[in-house]
């Protein structure tokens, strides 16, 4: 199994710009995560999938938007792109049972200049 | 709603010292807890998770946390320090089960750094 994987690894956007991350899993689990990690804060929840064709806002949502057509992907976009989404950015997968535990892809580091 | 607290955002330790990091949690619920490490450059890799079988949680590599209900803690030990321990550590709470529930919130990590 590959567990999660994330493409880009890497992208600098120019401001105004937009682009997708994509993120797929194949432990066919239901649940999906997109996470924001900044130097000293942690990382926030952007948005979170419960299984196809659902999606609900995590903690700062904002400027971001999600889809999910099939259970394996869970692409992030972002529209308009500003230095505030400068950032490394998580995709994560979990079955959604108690224990919750939480695979994570490799990360994309995005610039915007 | 549940918040985690971790003390000290860099820890260093030599070489074969003990290893403790920090981890208070806050829920209006019973929690399931976790520690995360994240190596440079890398994704984050579950250290252990308590979901209540056990106070006392093994994980890999030679970590172990204990859940203290009384303290609100779940802090992080290994008797030892490797060089190789040297990462980024993630404390996180849920509180399971319920719609939305299954989400997990970090602390801000702490920094390992270990001294030849």
């Known amino acids: 199994n590959a567990g999660v994987t994330q493409t880009p690894k890497f992208r600098i956007l120019k401001i105004g710009q937009s682009m997708t991350l994509q993120c797929t899993q194949d432990m066919n689990h239901n649940y999906m995560y997109w996470y924001r990690q900044d130097p000293g804060m942690g990382l926030k929840l952007i948005y979170y999938?419960?299984?196809?064709?659902?999606?609900d806002k995590g903690e700062v949502p904002n400027g971001y938007n999600v889809s999910r057509s099939t259970t394996e992907d869970f692409p992030l976009r972002l529209e308009l792109a500003a230095p505030s989404q400068t950032s490394v950015y998580f995709c994560a997968s979990s079955m959604g049972t108690d224990n919750n535990e939480q695979f994570f892809g490799p990360g994309t580091r995005l610039t915007v200049l | 709603a549940q918040s985690v607290t971790q003390l000290g955002s860099h820890v260093s330790v030599s070489e074969g010292a003990l290893v403790l990091l920090r981890c208070n949690y806050s829920s209006s619920v019973p929690p399931y807890l976790f520690w995360y490490v994240q190596y440079p450059n890398q994704g984050l890799q579950l250290l252990l998770k308590y979901t209540s079988a056990a106070t006392l949680v093994k994980g890999i590599n030679g970590f172990e946390a204990e859940f203290k209900k009384s303290e609100t803690s779940f802090h992080l030990t290994k008797p030892s320090a490797h060089m190789s321990d040297a990462a980024e550590y993630f404390c996180?709470?849920?509180?399971?089960?319920?719609?939305?529930?299954?989400?997990?919130?970090f602390g801000k990590g702490t920094k390992l750094s270990v001294i030849p």
């Open positions: 999938s419960v299984g196809a064709g659902i999606t």
């Open positions: 996180a709470v849920t509180t399971g089960s319920g719609a939305g529930s299954y989400q997990l919130t």
